[in-house]
């Protein structure tokens, strides 16, 4: 078979190709034999039943035997030779039920795969169907125009309202509500989102109508970038399709071998017809991308996108892992872990001053200090008279009181005659100082966090095999200790630029380990590409780090690894076990037809029955 007449990339790769225009061919096979047989079983001496059998197995396997010449006529020697073979001998020594059946292997094989592959990609229909169509894009007048989603562009603010889905990332301009994000990271727990607020496409709005300043066109959200990976993993070959290509061209000289061996014994061209029937190998091959697609998304409805075939083998290859730390073995942004209130005023009062003059910051902290308040329930009064300084601090009037908070370096110079006080609430470790009408009023305490549920998901990378973890960073050595002596890592080093870490990642390489890089950020990109298999955490976007990963993780949970290693594992396992059992099994029965013991058209059934039971095998790969 040539290139040119394999399936579309979104079907896999296979040994034989079916055109839409001839699908009625196993149809039709099935038909006649089915309607031949009962006219046999009625009445046994019909003689027309043969002859019809004979002019079926014409119509139907002339198309397989012409596409067959042609790819030869190419250059393309593959396991077509032996189906051709079969049919042109079943029609010269008059034997319409065998070549039927193998037109039926043929033609029926690639309705199996497509079928199988249908269930597959569930999950990747389901994304694309379920991306936003249209988009409510907001007029200077205030009113509102509906457009195509693919019109968006960078600025533009889009009102979103309850029941819809996000049609582009962006920041929320105006109103408050929660989304539902368990598309994007399958957390259950609403997010809620106001002003200032980062959101992504693909999360639906589930209370008030919201405005969006759009921060990039839908089709570079992450929605989309979603849907592109998935349908990119799914056009791709993967080397172990290549080797079951490879299996099918030594088998082919292998079973005309045997052919030559049953005829230079006998004679007898029955025996010969026989061995070619039961080495038809073609619906076998198709059984591989079945499990390979199958394997790549069983991964997408973990959240993890596979980018391709062959990043599923890697993935199932690995037996060392590399962790970066900030943002991925930790949470990776600070969070508000205590807040000191001094003299008259309380915990929750020096949160809600501070959080509604920070609604509206950019500042990374101020993010941590409003999604605080919006934790325990605080309602932030509105601010007035807000000046942002970068870097620095944010200072605002709320409900008639001068608010500041920011560093303590900053508010010295804006309240000189607090400087002791200001020294207090420094105190150790990352901390915002809040100040009202001029005087200390407490501090915001920061810090990043390590992951939930680590020591569990450590144990079961040792349970899968990982024979060497590492802990690879930027951060302090003595950070990066800190949580290596926690989690049990004896391998950590701290202090590293990203081309350090690429040197890292390559010497365990050249050691013989297979090496699976897990990272977030942009720093990370240049180890996630050197390793075996690179895997990015992408519950904030991902960015580069997504483009260099081989699997993406959509959620922001580390023990989607596991997953995606052991799906990896499962799906290239199935796959190698379908292309050996059914090949081996096949070469048993070419034995035993050489030998005499059953008929060519027994011969066709049985290699139908371990044709249909390997790609049936095949098929696990997509499940569970």
Known sequence: ???????????????????????????????????????????????????????????????????????????????????????????????????????????????????????????????????????????????HDDIPAEAIVAGDLLLVRPGEMLPADGVVESGRSHLDVS????????????????VRSGAVNLEGAIVVHATRPASESLYARIVELVRTAQGEKSPIQRMADRYAIWFTPVTLLVCALAWFVTHDPLRVLAVLVVATPCPLLLATPVAIIGGINRAARHQVIVRSGGALERLASVDTAVFDKTGTLTIGRPDVVAVDAYGAWSEESVLRLASAVEVGSGHHLARSTVDAAAQRGIILPKASHVEDSPGLGVRGTVEGRDVAVGAAGWLRTLFPDQVEAIAIARGAGLRGVVAVDGEIAGAIEYADRAREGLHSFFERLRQLGMRHIVLLSGDHQANVEGIARAHGITDARGDLLPQHK???????????????????????????????????????????????????????????????????????????????????????AMVAAALGYFSPTTGAMIQEAIDVAVILNAVRASTG
């Not at 990272?519 to 955490?537: V, Y």
């Not at 991902?542 to 596991?562: F, H, K, Q, S």
């Open 1 to 143: 078979m040539t290139e040119a007449e394999r399936p579309p990339a979104t079907s896999g790769a296979g040994a034989f190709s079916l055109s839409r225009g001839a699908m009625w061919l196993p149809a039709l096979a099935v038909v006649s034999l089915a309607v031949g047989g009962i006219v046999r079983w009625t009445n046994p001496d019909n003689p027309w039943v043969w002859r019809v059998w004979m002019c079926v197995l014409v119509a139907a396997g002339l198309p397989v035997v012409v596409r067959t010449v042609r790819g030869l006529l190419r250059g393309n020697f593959a396991a077509d030779v032996v189906a051709t073979l079969s049919i042109v001998g079943a029609t010269g020594l008059g034997q319409p039920v065998a070549g039927l059946v193998i037109v039926l292997m043929q033609t029926g094989g690639e309705l199996l795969e497509r079928y199988a592959e249908g269930r597959a990609s569930d999950a990747v229909r389901a994304l694309e169907e379920a991306a936003p169509r249209t988009a409510h894009r907001q007029r200077p007048d205030g009113q």
């Open 183 to 198: 598309r994007l990271t399958g957390e259950a727990p609403p997010e809620m989102v106001q002003q200032g607020s980062d």
């Open 502 to 588: 690429v040197e890292a990642v390559k010497d365990l390489m050249k050691s013989g380990h297979r090496v699976v890089m897990v990272g977030d950020g942009t720093n990370d990109a240049p180890a996630l590409s050197a390793a075996t298999a690179g895997i990015a955490l992408a519950a904030h976007g991902g960015g580069i780090a997504a483009e260099a990963a081989d699997a993406v993780i959509l959620c922001d949970d580390i023990t989607r690894v596991v997953d995606a290693i052991g799906i990896g594992r499962r799906a290239v396992g199935i796959a190698r076990q379908s292309i050996v059992v059914g090949l081996g099994l096949s070469g048993v």
